[in-house]
């Protein structure tokens, strides 16, 4: 009922930017938190950025001053701007979303399929 599409990703070079967006989309009365996740091949997921419904947000400590996440209520979507990206930043990058569908409804998480973003020289 619920829907996450990525786009944005793609191969840079070391220093390069990129910016993923992430729509949500079907029955959503209110999207709380939202975020970005990635998985490089042999390593554990791991948290990047959220933000709350109200703009909080909250980086991991190896991408703080680099990315930037943010949101747009109106469109149902997250963003994050990427810069000076690192060979170590390349791995599948997923969305997810904590969603309320109405208002009597629990909270519920979804995740995107995912988006390669590769940085090689």
């Known amino acids: 009922q619920v829907q996450l599409a990525e786009s944005g990703g793609g191969l840079v070079q070391p220093g390069g930017s990129l910016t993923l967006s992430c729509a949500a989309s079907g029955s959503i009365f209110r999207i709380n938190s939202m975020g970005w996740h990635r998985q490089a091949p042999g390593k554990q997921r791991e948290l990047v950025a959220a933000?709350?419904?109200?703009?909080?947000?909250n980086y991991a400590d190896s991408v703080k001053g680099r990315f930037t996440i943010s949101r747009d209520n109106a469109k149902n979507t997250v963003y994050l701007q990427m810069n000076n990206l690192k060979p170590e930043d390349a791995a599948v990058y997923y969305c997810?979303?904590?969603?309320?569908?109405?208002?009597?409804?629990?909270?519920?998480?979804?995740w995107g399929q995912g988006t390669q973003v590769t940085v090689s020289s």
């Open positions: 933000i709350s419904n109200g703009g909080r947000a």
């Open positions: 997810n979303a904590e969603v309320l569908v109405s208002w009597y409804s629990a909270n519920t998480n979804h």
